[in-house]
């Protein structure tokens, strides 16, 4: 059985070549991120060039991909073409889910993280979380606070945090906390990333 990663590391999807140094650094897991780090000009190709990819060349750690929203054109085009037949695969990361019923449109056997990135999946953890296909709830710090008109924050971030934790042990679930962005402040790091683990996660993302 393949252990969930407890610092997976976003690798841009436009990026390939990025692989190879993300599986020889110190995470243990890679996220490979076909939604934020890609430029919507560049949306396709790195899509064909991750299935190219991921048919020739086996990641040798556990891995999940973030695929776009399954609300958008690429969203779906995402869940169309990628089959992935690799045993480290863990699944696909679904960001900006707010509403259950978008999650109908999955196969039946995938599995998914849920991204909480809006007030609104806030509110609806407690259905988001009952789809068997979900593994796990990971918090989406940054378009969270956006929204919320908040800084990314201990405190600020505090609630979210701790319903995340409380709706993913009731199912036995996974937990992500989200990524630390000050990349030069070790110290800060650790700190929060000790907070996390005191709370509840199960893991942290790592940029």
């Not at 993300?22 to 076909?34: F, V, Y």
């Not at 918090?139 to 606070?145: E, P």
């Not at 600020?156 to 990349?183: N, P, W």
């Amino acid at each position: 059985m393949t252990l969930f990663p407890v610092c997976p590391l976003f690798v841009p999807a436009n990026k390939l070549d990025w692989v190879v140094k993300a599986e020889n650094s110190q995470a243990d897991g890679l996220i490979l991120d076909l939604e934020d780090s890609v430029p919507p000009s560049e949306k396709n190709n790195a899509r064909d060039a991750l299935i190219n990819y991921l048919s020739l060349k086996k990641i040798r750690k556990p891995f999940l991909i973030r695929i776009n929203p399954l609300t958008s054109e690429e969203g779906k085009k995402d869940i169309s073409a990628l089959n992935i037949n690799n045993k480290n695969f863990l699944g696909f990361i679904i960001p900006k889910i707010e509403n259950p019923s978008s999650l109908s449109v999955l196969p039946k056997n995938l599995k998914v993280v849920l991204l909480i990135e809006t007030p609104m999946a806030l509110e609806n953890l407690g259905l988001l979380r009952e789809d068997k296909r979900v593994i796990g709830l990971a918090l989406g710090g940054a378009d969270l606070s956006a929204e919320l008109g908040s800084d990314m924050s201990w405190d600020a971030l505090l609630m979210a945090r701790s319903m995340i934790v409380l709706q993913a042990s009731k199912h036995g679930i996974i937990t992500i906390d989200t990524a630390f962005l000050y990349i030069d402040d070790i110290t800060g790091l650790a700190q929060e990333s000790s907070k996390s683990k005191s709370l509840g996660f199960d893991s942290k993302f790592a940029i």
